[in-house]
């Protein structure tokens, strides 16, 4: 049976913990109540154990290219550290990004510039040629950042062929929804 504690760490603490994050010279004591407390607490010892795997089937499933999803500098930094080819198009509210995707390539990564302070919550709205539509709601994101860093699929992207598609940033704050910006993706199968 688990031991459980009268208060359990935040995941926000937990985060910090395992991506050493913490680990200052100003904040070395947390760290040691921190380590205490997760040596003395088997349900936090528990909750880090699924957190460690959980970020574990996420980096396997981005090594892969097989979910589309939000990353942060972070995990690109850590990304680049692990040897995988990341290709980045950075691109500004109105701009246009000629792209592709080649054989080397582990990841394929936007970085949509913005301003996401007030807002709420933040959702992304692909509009593809043929006139379809994606949407994801509630996008994980940081109101003082200045991007939004999307990786796409990578197997799908090899497969497609030349395709323009239009991706806006919506964000939702006390005034209701207002449009960040809307990029532009031109993208052409590479040629060997």
């Known amino acids: 049976m688990i031991a459980r504690?009268?208060?359990?760490?935040?995941w926000g603490v937990l985060i910090d913990y395992w991506f050493g994050e913490a680990i200052a010279p100003d904040d070395a004591s947390r760290n040691e109540r921190v380590e205490e407390h997760l040596l003395c607490c088997g349900s936090c010892s528990q909750r880090l154990?699924?957190?460690?795997?959980?970020?574990?089937?996420v980096r396997r499933l981005a090594r892969?290219?097989?979910?589309?999803?939000v990353v942060t500098r972070s995990f690109l930094e850590w990304a680049a550290r692990e040897g995988l080819r990341v290709r980045e198009y950075r691109v500004q509210p109105g701009g246009r990004a000629a792209c592709t995707i080649r054989p080397e390539d582990d990841l394929l990564v936007g970085r949509l510039q913005g301003r996401f302070s007030g807002a709420s919550?933040?959702?992304?709205?692909?509009?593809?040629?043929?006139g379809s539509e994606h949407r994801i709601d509630d996008l994980p994101f940081s109101p003082d950042a200045d991007e939004v860093i999307l990786a796409q699929k990578t197997s799908e992207m090899r497969m497609i062929g030349a395709e323009t598609w239009t991706v806006r940033l919506i964000a939702r704050d006390a005034g209701g929804e207002r449009l960040v910006g809307e990029y532009t993706f031109a993208h052409s199968p590479h040629r060997l």
Do not use: F, K, Y
Request: aromatic share 4%; charged share 30%; glycine share 10%.
């Open 49 to 57: 154990q699924d957190l460690v795997a959980l970020g574990d089937g």
């Open 5 to 10: 504690c009268e208060r359990p760490l935040e």
């Open 121 to 130: 919550r933040l959702d992304v709205v692909w509009h593809l040629e043929n």
């Open 64 to 69: 892969e290219g097989a979910i589309a999803m």
